[in-house]
Structure formats: C-alpha cells, structure tokens
C-alpha cells in the first residue's frame, strides 16, 4: 500500500480521524481527492481499517505514526508499549561493544553518571530508569520540549511493573535481578503526576525521583557531571549542531564517553518501495530532520575537538540509487555514494584531552 512521499504531518491528522472516526471510509474518500492514497488500494486500506482493532499490532504501529493527533484520545484510556525505550537501551549497549567490550558492564557504571540526551516527549523516564536500574549511580533524562501529556506517567508505570515481573529481561549490565530489582523499587515515584503537572505548569523544569533525574533545562547538569552520554535518534534533528556539541562538552567530564545513534533517513512516512528511503535527495523536502550528512554532521564534532568513532549499522542498498532517474539535487550533488547510502551510524564521542 503506497504512500505518497509528499504526505505531509496535517495528512498524518486526517489519517488519524480515519484510524478514530466513526466513519472512516469518508475520510478514506478525502486521502484519495488529495491523491495521498490511489485509487487501487482502496480495497487494502478498507481491510486494514477493517482489521485495526485497539491493542493490535497495526493499531501501534498507526499510533506510533499519528501519536501527535492522538494524545488526547490516548488519556482516556490507550495503552503504550515499553518496547521501544527498551529496543533504544539494547541498541546503546550495542553501540558500546562495537567499540568497547568492557563499556556496557555494571561495574563499569558504578560510581558514575549518565545522561539519555533528548530522552524523547512520549517516554522520557524509560531509558533513564533502565540505565539505572542497570548500574549508573544517578541517570539525567533531559528533554528540552514540552511532555506529551499522560504518555510519561502511563509509560514509566508500564515499564516499571515490567521491570518488576521480568527483572531478567532489563538486566543488560550483568547487575543481576536482586540488585535490578532493589534499584527499581529505590525510585520515589511517589506524586510524580503532580510533578509532571509541575513541569506542564512551568512552576519547576526538574523532577527528581532519586537516581533517575529528568530536566527540560540543560542548566541544571552541572559541568563536567556527566560520565555517560547516550542519544537516540536525535542528532538528525538537532538544527544548531555546533551549539549541541558545546553542550555535551560543558556537562561532561574529561574522561567521559557517549554513544549517539542517528537514523539518516528521510522521516517522512510513506511505504512505498519504489521511492528511495533517500527521496530527501531527489526532492530536497525534508520533514523534521536537518539534512545533514554524516561526514557534515561528524565535521562539527571533529571542530569541537572530539575524538568521533563511526560504525555504520545500516546502508541503503545500492538498488535505490541504482534504479533512480532523477538526478540527485544540488545540495547532495557533491558526496560520494558511500556518503549518501549511510542509513543508520552509531557514533562514539570522547573528548581529545582525555
Ligand atoms: C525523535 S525524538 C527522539 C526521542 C528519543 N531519544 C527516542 O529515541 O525515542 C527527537 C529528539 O531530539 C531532540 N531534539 C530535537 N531538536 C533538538 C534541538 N534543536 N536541541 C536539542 N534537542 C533536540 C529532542 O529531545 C527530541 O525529543
């Protein structure tokens, strides 16, 4: 089932109503007048709407792609997965042993200090609290935009009571269960929905639950505390990069090391197999991302005198360059192929005077 390249995030609304509304073949109708939805796959788009019941995996899948319109139907009574703070905690643990055997250990994160760096607006104590409970004597979750509501709590009660039913799956550091589980029980979880009504409120940019501490305001790390940085998918979205990276030097320790994970493809949601999941280059259009490339993104850390190891996790097979007539656009026009087919890199940054 295509989906135009063009599908814009207002699309992503009338989606939602289709997914929500009563009458969803209507609003079917509207997707194919804006040609965002062909009139061939009218049949597939009517069994998959038929099929989406609340709780399937296709229910999460739609949610995770209209969760911006859907946030104030999911307080009266959705459900979130932990899967995905989860997933983001293997993949740092993966990033660390491509370059450091040893990183990823709980010996390793005693007597230290992590940070989950744009920790996300959906679940932003879940990887926090993972690392935690795995070791590092206190985890700062920053985020600097505005919380979703009702995600945070539902996701953080989700993925506490499954840290507490299957503390073995959330072991990633060798703790062990008892001490996973004595780390997890040492949270004070206590009023955290009058905290984040705080937060919502502008009255205080921290919650603090003992171990585990979230902040929208990068001043409150102070410098050099940080001997752990990590982030998910969001360098590609960090639009002043230069200014990034000097945050990250200021909060961290002359010995520290981070771990980043970006995903260089183009954003926008569509499925369709004969567009390049590169159509940023054909198009120019970018959604949400910045556009970097990784050789422009690794340049600015390199000038701020970090030490930048790459592993490069994913490419994109060379069939979609191969089969695409139109030229690539002038702003990407002068990087080589193995420039632009970097999919998914993991970077380790340590600072050059350590
Ligand atoms: C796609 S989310 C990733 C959230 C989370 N790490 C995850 O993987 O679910 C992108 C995140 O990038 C961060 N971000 C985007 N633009 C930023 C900017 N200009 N400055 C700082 N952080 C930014 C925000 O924290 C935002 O939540």
Same mark, same amino acid.
């Not at 450091?100 to 250990?105: E, H, R, Y």
């Not at 990633?172 to 703790?175: E, T």
């Not at 929208?216 to 001043?219: E, Q």
């Not at 493809?265 to 590169?278: A, E, K, M, T």
């Given at each position: 089932m295509g989906m135009h390249p063009k599908f814009e995030r207002e699309d992503s609304f009338l989606l939602a109503d289709m997914v929500l509304g009563a009458d969803k073949l209507d609003v079917l109708k509207q997707l194919i007048d804006r040609k965002?939805?062909?009139?061939?796959n009218v049949e597939a788009w009517g069994r998959l709407l038929a099929a989406l019941?609340?709780?399937s995996t296709g229910w999460f899948k739609m949610i995770d792609h209209l969760k911006v319109r859907i946030d104030p139907l999911i307080g009266s009574g959705g459900y979130i997965s932990e899967k995905s703070p989860y997933d983001i905690v293997g993949n740092y643990k993966a990033a660390a042993l491509g370059f450091?055997?040893?990183?990823?250990?709980h010996a390793n994160f005693s007597g230290k200090t992590a940070l989950d760096f744009g920790a996300g607006v959906y679940r932003p104590f879940c990887v926090a609290v993972m690392l935690f409970a795995n070791g590092f004597d206190r985890v700062y979750s920053f985020e600097p935009f505005a919380l979703k509501p009702d995600f945070p709590l539902a996701s953080l009660m989700h993925l506490v009571n499954q840290m507490l039913v299957q503390p073995e799956r959330f072991d990633? =550091?060798? #703790?062990g269960e008892d001490a996973l589980l004595q780390r997890v029980r040492s949270l004070d979880l206590r009023h955290i929905d009058r905290s984040l009504a705080a937060v919502a409120n502008n009255e205080t940019d921290v919650i603090d639950l003992g171990g585990v501490l979230f902040t =929208?305001? #990068?001043?409150r790390i102070p410098d050099g505390a940080i001997d752990a940085h990590f982030s998910n998918a969001v360098l590609e979205h960090v639009q002043d990069m230069a200014r990034h990276s000097s945050i990250l030097r200021r909060v961290t320790s002359a010995t520290s090391v981070g771990y980043h994970i970006v995903d260089f493809?183009?954003?926008?949601?569509?499925?369709?197999?004969?567009?390049?999941?590169?159509e940023k280059y054909y198009d120019g259009v970018l959604d949400e991302i910045n556009g970097l490339t990784p050789s422009d993104l690794e340049r600015v850390f390199l000038q701020d005198e970090w030490s930048v190891g790459k592993i490069t996790w994913k490419t994109v097979p060379a069939e979609y360059f191969e089969r695409e007539t139109r030229p690539v656009i002038d702003r990407y026009a002068g990087y080589s192929r193995t420039e632009l087919e970097q999919h998914l890199n993991c970077y380790q940054f340590r600072k050059d005077n350590a």
């Open positions: 965002l939805v062909s009139v061939e019941q609340v709780d450091d055997a040893n990183f990823f250990s990633f =550091s060798g #703790i =929208s305001n #990068i001043d493809l183009d954003h926008r949601y569509y499925d369709d197999n004969n567009l390049s999941p590169f």
